[in-house]
């Protein structure tokens, strides 16, 4: 009896031993097999936009506080508006008034101003003739006189006289000449019309007048301060009243739709992940959650793991910094949170990815 009760024991033992060393070869198979999924660790990056006018001026309002969440194209603040006001009616002015200039050169001499011409012409013909008529008549009187002094019958004054009236004839008959002259001249000016280069030299203008004119209008319209994107104001930091400049920021803009975690993938790893595939976003500030997001950036570049991140098994190996993308409409997740990123390994290939799949910009 002993011996069956050894025999059976040992038997026992043996199937113990077996039993265990089957776990144990399963647990090492399990531990050592390939994992579904890749964790990585890293931060809600930081990402924010500084909003200043573009000119210079005092603040007229401000149109949102810190904590608001604006929309991309959102109206948040305003210069004072007067003085680029008065420049843009200052301009409208000069550009309709040259706009004139240019349409009456386009359209040429009027009728009337061709008929005027014509008018000044004909009596300039007519001064000429009558010149004429009188030069002609001087002319006969003074030799008339001068022959009647060479016998003595008339004195050498009245001779005299009727040289110079003769001679003022003449340089009046030349005088209308010249009027003539000038007044044909006017007369083919008003029917030829203006000249080619002054209306070149008018439009050139008018294009100036038109550019300075956009000028002020883009100058008014700076005085208006728009939101680039979507977003949380973070911070504001000036008030109305205040002067402002170009260089001077009024709100710092956060941007967190859609937002990215910067992890940070081991190089061993780099084979099983590529862009566009899906993965998970978890937080301590919300156990038990995850927020969809997608893989859209790969660094292309190694680094060594950054301090903040760095682990046991990560350290002093290399790692790529990776962007994985999430939508945030409700502004759950916040910039700088320490996060968790879960990569799915199985099911789960690369998707092509909209440029702004959350409608943000």
């Known amino acids: 009896m002993v011996s069956v009760k050894k025999r059976v024991f040992i038997l026992a033992i043996l199937v113990l031993l077996i039993g265990a060393g089957f776990f144990g070869w399963r647990w090492l198979q399990r531990k050592h097999a390939p994992s579904d999924t890749i964790t990585l ?12 006018f573009n000119d210079s001026e005092r603040i007229d309002k401000l149109l949102v506080d810190e ?26 002015a000069t ?9 009456r050169l386009l359209a040429g001499s009027r009728p009337e101003e061709i008929a005027q011409a014509h008018a000044d012409v004909a009596a300039a013909q007519a001064d000429v003739a009558a010149a004429q008529a009188n030069v002609t008549n001087a002319e006969l ?10 016998q ?6 009245i001779r005299d006289d009727a040289e110079r009236s003769y001679l003022a004839e003449q340089s009046d008959l030349a ?34 007048d038109t550019a300075t004119l956009a000028l002020a209008q883009k100058q008014l319209a700076d005085t208006q301060l728009y939101a680039p994107a979507d977003g949380v104001i973070q911070d504001r930091i000036l008030e109305p009243g205040d002067m402002v400049t170009p260089q001077t920021p ?10 990215w975690v910067r992890a940070y993938l081991p190089e061993p790893q780099m084979g099983k992940v590529a862009l566009g595939m899906r993965a998970w976003i978890e937080s301590d500030s919300f156990p038990g959650q995850r927020f969809p997001g997608w893989i859209g950036f790969i660094s292309p570049v190694s680094e060594f793991t950054p301090k ?5 098994q990560l350290r002093s190996q290399l790692v790529y910094r990776v962007r994985v993308y999430a939508c945030n409409p409700d502004h759950r997740l916040r910039l700088g949170m320490p996060a968790t990123v879960v990569i799915p390994l199985r099911d789960n290939p690369p998707h092509a990815i909209d440029a702004h799949p959350c409608g943000a910009n």
Request: charged fraction near 20%.
């Open 41 to 52: 660790y890293g931060n809600v990056d930081i990402r924010q936009v500084e909003l200043a």
């Open 67 to 92: 904590g608001t969440a604006i929309h991309a194209g959102q109206l948040v603040g305003q210069l004072v508006q007067q003085r680029f006001l008065d420049a843009v009616a200052q301009d409208r």
């Open 95 to 103: 550009m309709a008034a040259q706009q004139q200039v240019v349409a």
């Open 141 to 150: 009187l003074y030799r008339r006189q001068q022959t009647l002094a060479k």
């Open 152 to 157: 003595q019958y008339v004195s050498l004054q």
């Open 175 to 208: 005088g209308k000449k010249q009027a003539l002259v000038a007044k044909e001249q006017a007369l083919q000016l008003a029917v030829i019309g203006p000249r080619k280069e002054d209306i070149a030299a008018a439009r050139a203008t008018l294009q100036a």
């Open 250 to 259: 009024v709100f710092t803009l956060a941007l967190d739709n859609p937002l």
């Open 308 to 312: 903040n991140v760095e682990t046991t």
